[in-house]
């Protein structure tokens, strides 16, 4: 499957250009991704033309996909060729430079604590 892995929407400096979406395809073969396209809360599409090769990321610079991301209040959309949702991503907040990691991939350690 392929989904959102990570996203920059508050970079330090000038947000232009350097924001960024990272997807995962975490099965072992590649996944085409023409076709498949990112939405996000304005509604603003970006139409993907490439593919993912198995177990790696895929790292969409703001230039690329002229997607600029909100940075509070924000959900991204993945949809494939089928037009089927595949994965969103939401997020109420992003500080300076603090990446984004979607849920599925956040690591929790029990019983470690927290101060």
């Known amino acids: ?25 975490t099965e072992d ?25 198995g177990k790696t ?11 600029t991301l909100n940075n509070t209040n924000e959900t991204l959309t993945l949809i494939n060729s089928s037009g089927e949702v595949v994965d969103t991503l939401t997020y109420s907040e992003a500080g300076d430079d603090e990446i984004i990691i979607a849920n599925r991939f956040v690591e929790i350690t029990i019983g ?3 101060s």
């Open 1 to 25: 499957m392929v989904f959102f892995r990570e996203v920059l929407p508050n970079p330090i400096g000038e947000d232009a250009g350097n924001e960024w979406i990272k997807l995962v395809n």
């Open 29 to 53: 073969n590649a996944v085409s991704l023409i076709g498949w396209s990112i939405k996000d809360a304005s509604g603003k599409t970006y139409s993907l033309n490439t593919s993912i090769d």
């Open 112 to 114: 470690q604590e927290t």
């Open 57 to 67: 990321e895929l790292l969409l610079q703001s230039s690329v996909t002229d997607i």
